[in-house]
């Protein structure tokens, strides 16, 4: 697993880079709290599961929050003090739960099990902003620059979701004996956040919750696991990771040109924005599963896992989800990037690193798409996934 996320990290460290030499996301202290978030998030990955990759992640995600802050306006500082709470809570949320269960290694008696699952519940939502608690992320979206908001969701966010792997191959009593919780939160995020999505003008905010949405989806194949579970969220959170990159920065560059945010209300931005148009539309089909992206093959498994985790109740959630989703991006598509320029707009051009940057991650989802088998290996599960013993803690079974 790691030897995919190392890569796929650095490659969006590198391509947000170019993209905000010519195109600027923040002051000066902006570069030194993105390089360092993403330096801690690879070094979390190189660490392992263990205590040493725990805290890493949360440092990366406590720099985060500088990138917010980083932004200059009274708007970004509000913004980076909700990030701050939420990521706080969740941190000492967390690190309570995994020292509970010693990082999966042991089951402790009742009730603290329950304490320990329940902690770990609240950490996950309020680390991925996840409906209830998503107070933070739609506020980061609108407060700051669109890779600021796409480094924390598509490394930052990533992250976190892959220790969770890591969780349900070493504990899954955790995910398994208290699924109801679990899908119960899967199934708010999913339609919660859709709707949310559907009810947004501004485009930063709607991509922010369509990233909660995909992460109800994800959740839903932890909890189900097996073959077509966790290959289902491993394929999904890559396909999530480059996706998000693209449409944030398809978004980003609609501003730069514009000079301010992007709404509903604008039109025709495909006639001055070819390539971040073509951009976002290949991002899009890839981020809602259409074929032959790697989303596609993400999604059908996690529908698989779906149906057999709930039957057709879960399966009909899915395809709602989904539903609202297309629904999102086919608005957004034909009235933002389509059709005439109602009122020309003299803006600047779309620069040709930050042009190279989105072309690369809209097609690097189709090529995946077309040959995964190079991220088999990391997707299948250990076959004693659903099996593995837990002893409770002091020998009480």
């Given amino acids: 697993m790691d030897m995919v996320l190392i890569p796929l990290f650095l490659a969006i460290a590198l391509g947000v880079g170019l993209y905000a030499r010519v195109i600027p996301q923040g002051n000066g202290g902006w570069w030194r709290f993105a390089a360092a978030a993403v330096a801690l998030a690879v070094a979390a990955r190189l660490a392992g599961h263990g205590w040493a990759a725990i805290l890493l992640a949360s440092a990366a995600e406590f720099l985060a929050v500088g990138m917010v802050w980083s932004g200059g306006t009274a708007e970004s500082r509000a913004a980076a003090r909700k990030y701050l709470t939420a990521v706080a809570l969740a941190a000492l949320c967390g690190w309570t739960a995994l020292a509970l269960i010693q990082l999966g290694a042991v089951r402790p008696a009742a009730p603290w099990d329950r304490l320990a699952v329940a902690l770990l519940l609240v950490s996950v939502a309020l680390k991925l902003g996840l409906v209830p608690v998503y107070f933070w992320l739609p506020a980061v979206a609108r407060a700051s620059s669109a890779m600021t908001t796409a480094l924390i969701v598509a490394v930052v966010d990533v992250g976190a979701f892959c220790e969770l792997l890591a969780l349900r191959d070493a504990a899954p009593w955790i995910f398994v004996d208290f699924a109801p919780l679990w899908i119960g939160l899967a199934?708010?995020?999913?339609?919660?956040?859709?709707?949310?999505?559907?009810?947004?003008?501004?485009?930063?905010p709607m991509l922010a919750f369509s990233s909660i949405d995909d992460m109800g989806y994800l959740l839903l194949g932890l909890?189900?696991?097996?073959?077509?579970?966790?290959?289902?969220?491993?394929?999904?959170?890559?396909?999530?990771?480059?996706?998000?990159?693209?449409?944030?920065?398809?978004?980003?560059?609609?501003?730069?040109?514009?000079?301010?945010?992007?709404?509903?209300?604008?039109?025709?931005?495909?006639?001055?924005?070819?390539?971040?148009s073509a951009a976002f539309m290949l991002g899009a089909l890839g981020f809602i599963g259409i074929p032959p992206t790697l989303g596609f093959i993400g999604h059908w498994r996690l529908y698989l896992a779906g149906a057999e985790l709930g039957g057709p109740l879960l399966l009909a959630v899915l395809y709602a989800s989904s539903a609202m989703a297309l629904l999102c991006y086919v608005r957004a598509i034909h009235r933002v990037w389509l059709g005439p320029v109602e009122a020309p707009v003299a803006g600047r051009p779309l620069p040709r690193a930050a042009a190279l940057v989105l072309l690369s991650f809209a097609i690097a989802p189709v090529l995946f798409g077309l040959a995964p088998n190079g991220l088999r290996p990391a997707a299948e599960p250990h076959p004693h996934v659903a099996e593995l013993p837990i002893e409770p803690a002091g020998g009480v079974k």
Avoid at 187 to 204: D, F, M, N, T, Y
Avoid at 236 to 265: C, N, P, Q, Y
């Fill in 187 to 204: 199934v708010v995020s999913l339609l919660g956040a859709a709707l949310l999505a559907l009810a947004q003008r501004e485009l930063k």
């Fill in 223 to 276: 909890v189900a696991g097996g073959a077509d579970g966790m290959a289902g969220a491993w394929f999904g959170i890559l396909g999530h990771a480059m996706g998000k990159i693209v449409l944030f920065g398809a978004v980003g560059a609609a501003e730069w040109h514009l000079g301010r945010a992007v709404t509903l209300d604008d039109r025709g931005l495909s006639t001055p924005l070819p390539v971040a």
